[in-house]
């Protein structure tokens, strides 16, 4: 006994908790758009106390034609106009339900879009660690799945109860006339059925919560089918028919899951609902042999039967209602935890530093990724003045992009420092910080937009220049290929959008790369593997290219390729995180070192 209410105590408990969330929902939905707000809040106050009005008003029509019946000469006229009265009331209700609508849905529209923009605008204030982090990923999929919907539901939900519950006072006031235990038996009936509810409204939302990574895994199998990046190896690979089945036996799962949630909630649903249906019939009774007893009118059977049918509704629909709101601020936490997600200050204001002539320095620098037990770069030391050229070469998972990643402010290093012109690069303004960075990354972007934007992409001030454009493509050796398009820079690249062109890898990379001389304000210019997808001819043509960017730029180039490399002013080897070998082509040579070996092995391969 004492299990059970502990139970209902802690039921309680989470109903008024989550509750925190609807005064800002409320909130957010009046900054949305105050008038419909002002409008919806009216219309519901109306349409709440309309009904009681038709069922008064129906009172007096019965109790009018009665009346009549028993007189020699009837008073039609008079009966006549209470049903004119009446019509006028269900058209004014009409219309305040058909206001309701209209209010609702066009708040729909302007919420719908404000809480995506907030959930968008939160993204961009996050760093690269929060992508990376799966739990995060979770909170995000949740956020954008439900939460831009709820608010409205919310605050819908919150003036429904509102307005059934003005309707079920005025039928209070009216059947408190009849017996007080009418109106107790009215509000009671329902409450064993809104406890189920409530209950199964929380089990779902954790059921939503537990398996978010499953559904994601859903959406990502979606994706590398149908989606033309991931299609040519499904099909070449024949892994359709797995990928498939693993998408098919997550859906049974979650089905399962839902079923069984489902059974059950309706089981308990109907259950309790009998309560409901027999309290309603032990009252219709009761008023019946009330007016078989002369105790009161026929009209006021007729008003009493239909205040109880109603009130019955209402009750059924402020217990929905609060249950539905229940569920809503579940369902809610996930937005504002998502949107409450701290991301570290950045205290950093300068813009430039008090030494130029430093350029960029790299003091034992380690870094590990957030959860790692090991580094990913461990005492780190290096420096690149301005008109010098750094190569990086390492295997992969050396530590070469993370190292880039830490330069262009991705992530901050977890000891050490790295200072640009004498500044570290924490006192920086991020912003920028990166307006003086080019940077192309290996794993670079292949945006859904056109050619020009593609390459405008790289400078967002000046992203709709289309001289900047062509000079960037012109330095980016991707000119040749965009001049002969049907649209040149205007032609729509990708397959995901009508007249949509799709480029090869090596052209793709020339896109790129003109993307990062967008910035030609930028002194520092990284190079992630800039070749990787272009023929023997191109990648000449950019280590020429290369050379001659680095009279006044400080370059990075990481690159599989030593005879790309050989011509850098230094050139860093980095094993497991370290750096073990430095210098320049001919020096590292001498040393007969990892550097000989590995390129003496790509040598002899040409032969």
Same mark, same amino acid.
């Given at each position: 006994?004492?299990?059970?209410?502990?139970?209902?105590?802690?039921?309680?408990?989470?109903?008024?908790?989550?509750?925190?969330?609807?005064?800002?929902?409320?909130?957010?939905?009046?900054?949305?758009?105050?008038?419909?707000?002002?409008?919806?809040?009216?219309?519901?106050?109306?349409?709440?106390?309309?009904?009681?009005?038709?069922?008064?008003?129906?009172?007096?029509?019965?109790?009018?034609?009665?009346?009549?019946?028993?007189?020699?000469?009837?008073?039609?006229?008079?009966?006549?106009?209470?049903?004119?009265?009446?019509?006028?009331?269900?058209?004014?209700?009409?219309?305040?339900?058909?206001?309701?609508?209209?209010?609702?849905?066009?708040?729909?529209?302007?919420?719908?879009?404000?809480?995506?923009?907030?959930?968008?605008?939160?993204?961009?204030?996050?760093?690269?660690?929060?992508?990376?982090?799966?739990?995060?990923?979770?909170?995000?999929?949740?956020?954008?799945?439900?939460?831009?919907?709820?608010?409205?539901?919310?605050?819908?939900?919150?003036?429904?109860?509102?307005?059934?519950?003005?309707?079920?006072?005025?039928?209070?006031?009216?059947?408190?006339?009849?017996?007080?235990?009418?109106?107790?038996?009215?509000?009671?009936?329902?409450?064993?059925?809104?406890?189920?509810?409530?209950?199964?409204? =929380?089990?779902?939302?954790?059921?939503?919560?537990?398996?978010?990574?499953?559904?994601?895994?859903?959406?990502?199998?979606?994706?590398?089918?149908?989606?033309?990046?991931?299609?040519?190896?499904?099909?070449?690979?024949?892994? =359709?028919?797995?990928?498939?089945?693993?998408?098919?036996?997550?859906?049974?799962?979650?089905?399962?899951?839902?079923?069984?949630?489902?059974?059950?909630?309706?089981?308990?649903?109907?259950?309790?609902?009998?309560?409901?249906?027999?309290?309603?019939?032990?009252?219709?009774?009761?008023?019946?042999?009330?007016?078989?007893?002369?105790?009161?009118?026929?009209?006021?059977?007729?008003?009493?039967?239909?205040?109880?049918?109603?009130?019955?509704?209402?009750?059924?629909?402020?217990?929905?209602?609060?249950?539905?709101?229940?569920?809503?601020?579940?369902?809610?936490?996930?937005?504002?935890?998502?949107?409450?997600?701290?991301?570290?200050?950045?205290?950093?204001?300068?813009?430039?530093?008090?030494?130029?002539?430093?350029?960029?320095?790299?003091?034992?620098?380690?870094?590990?990724?957030?959860?790692?037990?090991?580094?990913?770069?461990?005492?780190?030391?290096?420096?690149?003045?301005?008109?010098?050229?750094? @190569?990086?070469?390492?295997?992969?998972?050396?530590?070469?992009?993370?190292?880039?990643?830490?330069?262009?402010?991705?992530?901050?290093?977890?000891?050490?420092?790295?200072?640009?012109?004498?500044?570290?690069?924490?006192?920086?303004?991020?912003?920028?910080?990166?307006?003086?960075?080019?940077?192309?990354?290996?794993?670079?972007?292949?945006?859904?937009?056109?050619? =020009?934007?593609?390459?405008?992409?790289?400078?967002?001030?000046?992203?709709?220049?289309?001289?900047?454009?062509?000079?960037?493509?012109?330095?980016?050796?991707?000119?040749?290929?965009?001049?002969?398009?049907?649209?040149?820079?205007?032609?729509?690249?990708?397959?995901?959008?009508?007249?949509?062109?799709?480029?090869?890898?090596?052209?793709?990379?020339?896109?790129?790369?003109?993307?990062?001389?967008?910035?030609?304000?930028?002194?520092?210019?990284?190079?992630?593997?800039?070749?990787? @997808?272009?023929?023997? @001819?191109?990648?000449?043509?950019?280590?020429?290219?290369?050379?001659?960017?680095?009279?006044?730029?400080?370059?990075?180039?990481?690159?599989?390729?030593?005879?790309?490399?050989?011509? @850098?002013?230094?050139?860093?080897?980095?094993?497991?995180?370290?750096?073990?070998?430095?210098?320049?082509?001919?020096?590292?040579?001498?040393?007969?070192?990892?550097?000989?070996?590995?390129?003496?092995?790509?040598?002899?391969?040409?032969?």
């Amino acid at each position: 006994m004492a299990d059970s209410k502990d139970t209902e105590a802690g039921l309680l408990k989470r109903l008024l908790g989550v509750f925190r969330y609807s005064h800002r929902a409320i909130q957010l939905v009046w900054t949305t758009s105050r008038l419909l707000t002002i409008m919806l809040a009216v219309l519901t106050i109306v349409a709440g106390i309309l009904p009681a009005a038709i069922a008064w008003v129906g009172q007096l029509i019965v109790d009018g034609v009665v009346a009549a019946m028993a007189e020699p000469d009837p008073d039609v006229q008079s009966v006549l106009s209470l049903v004119a009265f009446e019509a006028l009331i269900v058209i004014f209700l009409a219309g305040s339900q058909r206001g309701i609508s209209a209010s609702q849905s066009l708040l729909r529209a302007l919420l719908g879009q404000r809480v995506n923009v907030m959930i968008l605008e939160k993204a961009l204030t996050l760093t690269l660690s929060h992508f990376e982090d799966s739990e995060f990923y979770d909170k995000l999929t949740q956020a954008r799945r439900e939460a831009s919907s709820r608010p409205l539901s919310l605050v819908n939900r919150t003036f429904g109860l509102v307005q059934n519950l003005i309707s079920l006072s005025s039928f209070a006031v009216l059947l408190f006339a009849f017996s007080p235990w009418a109106v107790i038996i009215l509000f009671g009936a329902g409450l064993p059925s809104f406890f189920a509810e409530a209950k199964f409204s =929380g089990d779902a939302f954790r059921l939503f919560r537990w398996r978010s990574p499953d559904t994601r895994m859903q959406m990502y199998l979606e994706t590398v089918i149908a989606r033309e990046d991931g299609v040519k190896e499904v099909k070449l690979f024949q892994l =359709g028919p797995a990928l498939l089945r693993r998408y098919r036996e997550i859906f049974n799962k979650l089905y399962a899951e839902d079923r069984q949630l489902t059974i059950r909630r309706d089981t308990w649903g109907f259950v309790l609902g009998l309560i409901s249906t027999g309290a309603f019939y032990g009252a219709y009774a009761w008023i019946v042999i009330a007016t078989v007893n002369g105790e009161i009118t026929l009209g006021a059977m007729t008003m009493y039967l239909l205040l109880f049918r109603q009130g019955q509704a209402s009750v059924a629909a402020i217990l929905t209602a609060i249950s539905g709101m229940y569920e809503d601020n579940l369902y809610l936490s996930n937005l504002y935890e998502y949107l409450a997600q701290p991301v570290p200050a950045s205290p950093g204001r300068a813009v430039k530093g008090p030494k130029p002539q430093r350029g960029l320095e790299f003091e034992n620098v380690c870094f590990a990724y957030p959860g790692a037990k090991e580094n990913a770069l461990t005492d780190i030391s290096l420096t690149i003045r301005p008109g010098e050229s750094l @190569a990086l070469v390492g295997e992969n998972g050396s530590g070469k992009t993370t190292l880039i990643k830490l330069l262009t402010r991705l992530y901050a290093p977890t000891d050490g420092r790295i200072l640009l012109d004498g500044l570290d690069l924490g006192d920086w303004d991020v912003e920028a910080l990166r307006q003086r960075i080019g940077v192309i990354f290996q794993d670079f972007g292949r945006y859904q937009f056109t050619v =020009g934007e593609n390459i405008g992409a790289g400078d967002v001030r000046h992203m709709g220049d289309t001289a900047r454009q062509a000079a960037a493509a012109e330095t980016g050796m991707a000119a040749p290929f965009i001049e002969v398009m049907p649209d040149t820079y205007g032609t729509q690249l990708g397959r995901w959008f009508k007249g949509g062109r799709e480029l090869s890898g090596g052209q793709w990379q020339k896109i790129a790369l003109s993307r990062a001389f967008m910035r030609s304000e930028a002194d520092i210019l990284v190079l992630d593997e800039p070749t990787a @997808a272009m023929d023997a @001819a191109s990648e000449a043509a950019v280590f020429d290219l290369f050379r001659s960017q680095s009279h006044d730029k400080m370059t990075i180039l990481i690159s599989h390729r030593f005879s790309t490399v050989r011509a @850098a002013d230094q050139i860093v080897v980095i094993h497991d995180g370290r750096i073990v070998e430095r210098g320049d082509h001919d020096k590292l040579l001498a040393e007969n070192g990892t550097y000989a070996q590995l390129f003496r092995l790509q040598a002899k391969g040409y032969q």
